[in-house]
Every structure is written in structure tokens, then in C-alpha cells.
């Protein structure tokens, strides 16, 4: 009878394991399905691809997202320039085999330039990524809904409240996104950063007679917006900035760089012009109480570029931004992961953390942590039926 015991259980162990490396449910699994993904930027997307690669059934995947429009990438910044050179959105899309088994015209242009060391708007990224969107909601259940709140049930089973309905999932990656920051200066005509990062939005917001613009912030986007509104002739523009300016390569005087300095156009342009022939409109001064006491009441209209933050998260636990999370693994909480802007991964540079947020960086996160996630699944429900087995031999 031992001896049927032990084999009963080992025939389970090693069906379990199968089923399980295919994301199948099991006896621990309750949920409606196994992995769902929330959001649909590019991080969404990337994690969309790598679960397929890795062997994940389409059909254990759902992907919810209110838009599917390439996140707030597709939204707002379709003509705005990239700070990365053709050949890395490339790496992108050619990272997973479901990008590229289907014909698209956006993603053939963007192959056509795959060996371009100049930066593309974009518009060039987007165009084929949404391309890919729609090829993958043809292939995994997607959900075109919001996210109104996630708990864990008595199942321990993720449940997902959307607008429109509700569901479990055992597996749960939050790619929501983030949103730009902004603070309360006493200056309340305020632009958005998601209008005034595109030139042409901008141009309609401003007035180039009267102006004063108070432009909050000295990383890239901002020296961008700086660009811009010195290139639409706004009469005064006063930058408030908190360290000077930094590249992220040698300029060719063999100035420090600095792992997120400028690059691109944008970098070129802060080197040549901004340092060295600085435009009579703008003074840019360091970000401290008594410069904007003296000159925040001079300015008619404020625009913050000092980067972004995460957006909410409805966890029933009360949390909303403020979620911790591993930004090693990604993970949130048991079956709970998080991925992108939001939760990217941080690395170590001149001895403070520093976000990875790049279209590669979320691809090569992606491919990095996934095979964890499932691995750490696999190991647990090893380890359930190992318990059986032992229970089983007594």
C-alpha cells in the first residue's frame, strides 16, 4: 500500500509540473485565469510578449487596458523626439517572435532604418507598436476597461474589479503606468508636461507677445520644453533647476557624463547653444525659495518637467501610489508583480538609485524577472505536493 502511495504521488508530482510549466489550473488554482496584465503602454506590451515566449497559453493570458492606444507613449507623445537612436526601438519589437508574425507596414519602416544611429520621433515606435497591440488581443482575451479596484479573496485569488465586470486571476502584473508630477507654486495657469512635450501643442498654448513661463526642472524633458519655447519666440522664459546640466556621453570637450543625462537632439542642442550662446529670453536659476519669492510673480504660467509619478493603484488595503514593491523582481506581493515606469528596475549610479525606464530597459526587465515569476510558481506547487508525498509515505 506504502508502495502505491509513493508512486501515486510521484505520477502526480511529475504531472503537475507539466501542467503547471504550461500555466494550466491545478487543484491550488482557483482563479478564472491564470495571468492577467494590466495596462497596455509599452511595458504591458513587452510583458504581453515575453509570457508567450516563455510558453504561456494565450488562453491563461488577459489583458486589460481603457484605451490600447500604446499607453500615454500613444497618447501624448506621438511627435515628440526620441532620445534613443532608431536601432534600440528595433531591439524592441524584434525581441519576441508574436511582434513579427504578422504583416504590418509600420513595422517594416521601422526595420528599414534598423541600422540608423539618428534619433525618429516617436510616432516611428509608436505606429508599429500599436500594430503589435492589436495583433496580441487577437490572440489573449483583452478587456478594454479600467482597473476600479484588486483584493485577494478568500481563495487568495486575485480579484479584479473593472468597470464593467469582475473576475480572479491567480497572477496578477500591474504595467500602469505614471503620470507627470507637479507641485504647488504659486503660479496657477499651469500647461501640462503631456501637452507641452509635443511642439505643436504647445505653440497653441502660449503667447509669444506676453508671455512669462515659469518652466519647473532641468532633466530632458525639460531642456526639451526649454528648446521649444525658445525656438517659438516666448519673450521670457525663466528655468528653475535643481543640478546643472548633464550628459549622458561625451560631448567632445570631455565633459563628466552622467548615466540619465541629456542625449539626443536634445543634448546636442544644451551643449551648443544653451551653454554656449544662451537665447537673451531665458535665465535659468537655481531652484531655491528666495529666486522664486523674486521672480515665480513675474511669470503668468508655470510648466513642470520634473519627471513622474506612479498612478494609482485601487488596492483594497488602502494603498493607491504608495505600493512597495522589489525593484529587483518586480514583485508586489505573492502572485502580484509590477512592471514599466511605474514600477521599473532601479539600479545603483554614483551611489543613488536610478529608474530604468527605457522602451529596452522595460523589454530586457521584462525577459529578466518573467521566467522568476513563473519559476517561484513552479517551486511553490512543488513544494505543496512534496508535502503530500510525505504525508502520503507516514
Known amino acids: 500500500m506504502r508502495q502505491s502511495y509513493v508512486y501515486l504521488v510521484s505520477c502526480l508530482l511529475s504531472f503537475s509540473f507539466n501542467v503547471c510549466a504550461k500555466n494550466s489550473k491545478t487543484q491550488e488554482h482557483h482563479a478564472d485565469v491564470s495571468w492577467t496584465v494590466v495596462g497596455a503602454g509599452p511595458a504591458g506590451i513587452a510583458t504581453i510578449g515575453v509570457l508567450l515566449e516563455l510558453g504561456i497559453s494565450e488562453k491563461d493570458i488577459v489583458w486589460v487596458d481603457p484605451k490600447f492606444d500604446v499607453g500615454r507613449l500613444g497618447e501624448y507623445y506621438y511627435n515628440v523626439p526620441g532620445n534613443a537612436v532608431t536601432k534600440n526601438y528595433v531591439f524592441f519589437v524584434q525581441q519576441c517572435r508574436v511582434f ?55 481563495q487568495h485569488e486575485w480579484h479584479l474589479q473593472l468597470n464593467n465586470s469582475s473576475f480572479t486571476s491567480h497572477n496578477v502584473v500591474l504595467a500602469t503606468g505614471a503620470q507627470p508630477r507637479k507641485l504647488n507654486y504659486p503660479c496657477k495657469n499651469c500647461i501640462s508636461l503631456d501637452l507641452a512635450i509635443d511642439k505643436n501643442k504647445l505653440t497653441q498654448l502660449v503667447d509669444t507677445q506676453s ?8 532633466a530632458h524633458s525639460a531642456i526639451l520644453i ?41 543634448g546636442r542642442w544644451a551643449y551648443n547653444v544653451l551653454e554656449k550662446n544662451s537665447p537673451a529670453q531665458i535665465a535659468r536659476l537655481k531652484n531655491s525659495q528666495e529666486a522664486r519669492e523674486a521672480w515665480l510673480p513675474l511669470c503668468n504660467k508655470i510648466i ?33 508583480f509590477g512592471i514599466g515606469i511605474a514600477f521599473p528596475e532601479q539600479v545603483i549610479e554614483d551611489g543613488k538609485k536610478e529608474a530604468m525606464i527605457g522602451l529596452i530597459d522595460f523589454m530586457l526587465y521584462a525577459q529578466r524577472v518573467a521566467p522568476e515569476w513563473i519559476k517561484k510558481l513552479h517551486s511553490r506547487h512543488i513544494e505543496l505536493l512534496n508535502n503530500i508525498l510525505t504525508i502520503s509515505i507516514l
Open 226 to 266: 526649454l528648446k521649444y519655447l525658445s525656438e517659438i519666440g516666448v519673450p521670457r522664459i525663466v528655468n528653475f533647476y535643481k543640478h546643472p546640466l548633464r550628459y549622458a556621453y561625451d560631448m567632445g570637450d570631455g565633459n563628466p557624463t552622467h548615466f540619465n543625462g541629456l542625449k539626443g537632439a536634445t
Open 100 to 154: 513579427n508574425e504578422f504583416p504590418s507596414q509600420a513595422r517594416d519602416k521601422l526595420f528599414e532604418d534598423s541600422d540608423s544611429c539618428e534619433e525618429c520621433i516617436l510616432g516611428f515606435v509608436v505606429d508599429p507598436l500599436l500594430d503589435i497591440t492589436n495583433h496580441l488581443r487577437t490572440k489573449v482575451t483583452s478587456v478594454q476597461d479600467s482597473l476600479v479596484s484588486l483584493k485577494r479573496n478568500e
Open 211 to 218: 508671455d512669462t513661463i515659469a518652466l519647473i526642472g532641468g
Open 304 to 336: 513642470y518637467a520634473i519627471g513622474y509619478t506612479r498612478n494609482p493603484v485601487p488596492l483594497a488595503e488602502g494603498h493607491t501610489s504608495q505600493v512597495d514593491y522589489n525593484s529587483s523582481s518586480g514583485e508586489i506581493s505573492s502572485r502580484l
